[in-house]
């Protein structure tokens, strides 16, 4: 029970990142680097904003450089490496090949002391990793439509990085989120440089823009962060890998709902298959408080 809040914290966080796509759209045609610079500063003052309350937290950046060295590869290097994917190859197939990084969590958090891969973790995470490839496809074939490009070989560097952060934060499982602030203000420093060497500075236009650039850095890019920090940390990081795979369908469904694309069967199908998944991959958390009780009941 002792991993059951932080799992469910860093549950949380892959329920912001479903507003993703739906918040960077109503920002408007602003530059992608840009755009990750003003909302990585934003999640940086998310977190040093509480530190007008908590004056000793800010001492938790005092930190080795090899956490650093994680955390900065984790948000900085794999967004600004996305980034670059998705203009240097279809952004389906990349977001195809970058969502291998569920997959890769619960590979890579074989080798953390304390966990064992189980059956139903790998069944979970295939099922996972069906329905959203169900859902990005619409249902379609899977390939890639002009050979390996550069931009495919990127996305699956970003998978690696994400899975690598995400579970090389477990190893520093006694390192205060608070330096996830730290890691945001960094990666938003790297995005502006990008964006005045390589883009044209667009501002939004409207309070409708800005209110989601706000919104997209205090939530998604900001307390998602730190909720994701938290769970990996001290949660249950198979199950959160597993869970991982509803993302790219909550998107969707944000999206739908927000009037901003049309229902499909696969979205449908791809809930099936995910929450399947995750009930599977979860049961462990799921059911044995439950069989606790009802054993406890009968003594």
Known sequence: ??????????????????????????????????????TFFLGSLVGAGSWIFRPGAIRSLRQPWKVWATGVAGLCIYHCAYFFAIQSAPPVEVSLIAYLWPLLIVVFATFLPGERLRL????????????????????????????????????????????????????FGQVPTDVVAGYCFITAAVALALHLMLETTVWPQTATQWSAIVVLGAIPLGAGFYAW??????????????????????SVIVLLLAGFGVFHWSVALACILITVGAVIAAKDLLFKPWRAEVLADTL
Not at 9 to 34: C, D, E, K, R
Not at 130 to 153: D, E, F, R, S, Y
Not at 229 to 250: E, N, R, T, V, W
């Open 1 to 38: 029970m002792e991993k059951t809040v932080p799992t469910l914290i860093g549950f949380s966080a892959i329920l912001t990142w479903s507003f993703l796509a739906l918040l960077s759209t109503a920002a408007g045609p602003i530059p992608p680097f840009q755009l990750a610079a003003m």
């Open 229 to 250: 920090d938290y769970g990996c940390k001290h949660g249950d990081i198979m199950i959160l890998g597993a869970l991982s795979y509803a993302a790219p369908l909550f």
């Open 120 to 171: 139903h973790h790998v069944i979970g995470v295939v099922l996972g990793l069906a329905g959203a490839i169900v859902v990005i496809t619409k249902g379609g074939t899977i390939g890639l439509a002009n050979g390996v490009m550069k931009g495919h070989v990127i996305a699956l560097f970003c998978a690696f990085i994400w899975a690598g952060y995400s579970v090389l934060s477990r190893r």
